[in-house]
Protein backbone atom coordinates (compact mmCIF):
# COMPACT_ATOMS: atom_id res chain seq x y z
CA UNK A 1 0.00 0.00 0.00
CA UNK A 2 2.50 2.02 0.30
CA UNK A 3 4.53 1.07 -3.04
CA UNK A 4 7.58 -0.35 -0.61
CA UNK A 5 8.84 -4.20 -2.32
CA UNK A 6 11.94 -5.64 -3.84
CA UNK A 7 15.10 -5.24 -2.18
CA UNK A 8 13.76 -2.30 -0.01
CA UNK A 9 10.73 -4.19 1.33
CA UNK A 10 13.58 -7.11 2.07
CA UNK A 11 15.74 -4.50 4.13
CA UNK A 12 12.95 -3.40 6.33
CA UNK A 13 12.15 -7.00 6.76
CA UNK A 14 15.60 -7.73 7.70
CA UNK A 15 15.64 -4.42 10.19
CA UNK A 16 12.57 -5.61 12.00
CA UNK A 17 13.38 -9.41 12.26
CA UNK A 18 14.99 -11.79 14.31
CA UNK A 19 15.80 -9.02 16.86
CA UNK A 20 16.27 -9.68 20.73
CA UNK A 21 17.13 -7.60 23.91
CA UNK A 22 19.18 -7.88 27.06
CA UNK A 23 19.63 -5.50 29.90
CA UNK A 24 23.41 -4.80 31.45
CA UNK A 25 22.51 -3.95 35.52
CA UNK A 26 25.95 -3.71 37.36
CA UNK A 27 28.13 -5.90 35.06
CA UNK A 28 25.05 -8.59 35.13
CA UNK A 29 23.80 -9.03 31.61
CA UNK A 30 19.79 -10.71 31.63
CA UNK A 31 18.91 -13.30 29.35
CA UNK A 32 18.14 -11.88 25.81
CA UNK A 33 14.48 -11.67 25.61
CA UNK A 34 12.91 -11.85 21.56
CA UNK A 35 11.26 -8.78 20.35
CA UNK A 36 8.17 -9.35 18.21
CA UNK A 37 6.79 -6.08 17.39
CA UNK A 38 8.10 -2.36 18.00
CA UNK A 39 11.20 -0.16 16.24
CA UNK A 40 14.18 0.50 17.71
CA UNK A 41 14.20 3.64 19.73
CA UNK A 42 16.78 6.35 18.71
CA UNK A 43 17.42 4.37 15.42
CA UNK A 44 17.33 6.99 12.42
CA UNK A 45 15.05 4.64 10.88
CA UNK A 46 12.36 4.30 13.65
CA UNK A 47 10.11 7.50 12.92
CA UNK A 48 9.99 6.69 9.48
CA UNK A 49 8.66 3.43 9.69
CA UNK A 50 6.24 4.39 12.53
CA UNK A 51 4.87 6.62 10.45
CA UNK A 52 4.63 4.01 7.57
CA UNK A 53 2.79 1.34 10.42
CA UNK A 54 0.71 4.68 11.07
CA UNK A 55 -0.20 5.58 7.86
CA UNK A 56 -4.15 3.69 8.08
CA UNK A 57 -5.02 5.90 10.57
CA UNK A 58 -5.33 8.17 7.69
CA UNK A 59 -8.87 6.61 7.64
CA UNK A 60 -9.85 8.66 10.52
CA UNK A 61 -10.74 11.51 7.74
CA UNK A 62 -14.20 9.84 7.08
CA UNK A 63 -15.36 11.23 10.63
CA UNK A 64 -14.36 14.96 9.43
CA UNK A 65 -11.08 15.38 11.27
CA UNK A 66 -7.44 15.98 9.69
CA UNK A 67 -4.42 15.32 11.86
CA UNK A 68 -0.99 15.90 11.66
CA UNK A 69 1.98 13.40 12.61
CA UNK A 70 5.48 13.68 13.58
CA UNK A 71 7.10 10.19 15.04
CA UNK A 72 5.14 9.21 17.43
CA UNK A 73 3.19 12.57 17.84
CA UNK A 74 -0.29 12.79 16.56
CA UNK A 75 -2.69 15.93 16.24
CA UNK A 76 -6.27 15.67 15.52
CA UNK A 77 -8.21 18.93 14.44
CA UNK A 78 -11.69 19.57 13.26
CA UNK A 79 -13.11 22.67 12.60
CA UNK A 80 -16.94 23.32 12.47
CA UNK A 81 -19.30 26.39 12.34
CA UNK A 82 -20.00 27.06 16.36
CA UNK A 83 -21.78 23.95 17.15
CA UNK A 84 -19.48 23.10 20.17
CA UNK A 85 -21.68 19.87 21.08
CA UNK A 86 -21.20 18.87 17.16
CA UNK A 87 -18.03 19.08 17.43
CA UNK A 88 -17.65 16.76 20.80
CA UNK A 89 -19.82 14.23 19.46
CA UNK A 90 -17.22 14.23 15.90
CA UNK A 91 -14.26 14.31 18.00
CA UNK A 92 -15.19 11.29 20.67
CA UNK A 93 -15.88 8.70 17.81
CA UNK A 94 -13.25 9.45 16.20
CA UNK A 95 -10.83 9.08 19.36
CA UNK A 96 -13.05 5.77 20.13
CA UNK A 97 -12.24 4.68 16.82
CA UNK A 98 -8.44 5.85 17.00
CA UNK A 99 -8.22 4.03 20.12
CA UNK A 100 -10.17 0.46 18.51
CA UNK A 101 -7.36 1.07 15.67
CA UNK A 102 -4.68 1.43 18.18
CA UNK A 103 -5.65 -1.52 20.18
CA UNK A 104 -6.11 -3.57 16.88
CA UNK A 105 -2.20 -2.66 15.59
CA UNK A 106 -1.09 -3.60 19.13
CA UNK A 107 -0.73 -0.01 20.10
CA UNK A 108 -1.99 2.15 23.38
CA UNK A 109 -3.27 5.97 23.50
CA UNK A 110 -1.46 6.95 26.81
CA UNK A 111 -4.42 8.84 28.52
CA UNK A 112 -1.58 10.77 30.45
CA UNK A 113 -0.33 12.45 27.18
CA UNK A 114 -3.08 13.04 25.68
CA UNK A 115 -4.84 16.79 25.59
CA UNK A 116 -7.94 18.19 24.06
CA UNK A 117 -7.87 22.21 23.13
CA UNK A 118 -10.99 23.57 21.71
CA UNK A 119 -10.02 27.29 20.04
CA UNK A 120 -13.53 29.32 19.89
CA UNK A 121 -14.21 32.37 18.32
CA UNK A 122 -15.11 34.88 20.92
CA UNK A 123 -18.86 35.29 21.76
CA UNK A 124 -19.99 34.00 18.61
CA UNK A 125 -20.58 30.23 20.17
CA UNK A 126 -23.46 29.59 22.15
CA UNK A 127 -23.39 25.86 22.16
Not at 25 to 50: A, I, W, Y
Not at 83 to 112: F, I, K, Q, Y
Request: charged fraction near 20%.
Amino acid sequence: EVGVGGTVLRWFSSYLSDRSQSVLVGGQRSTPRCLDCGVLQGSVLSPLLFNIYMKMLGEIRRHGVRYHQYADDTQLYISTPCHLSEAVDVMGRCLEAVRVWMGVNRLRLNPDKTEWLWILPPKDCTD
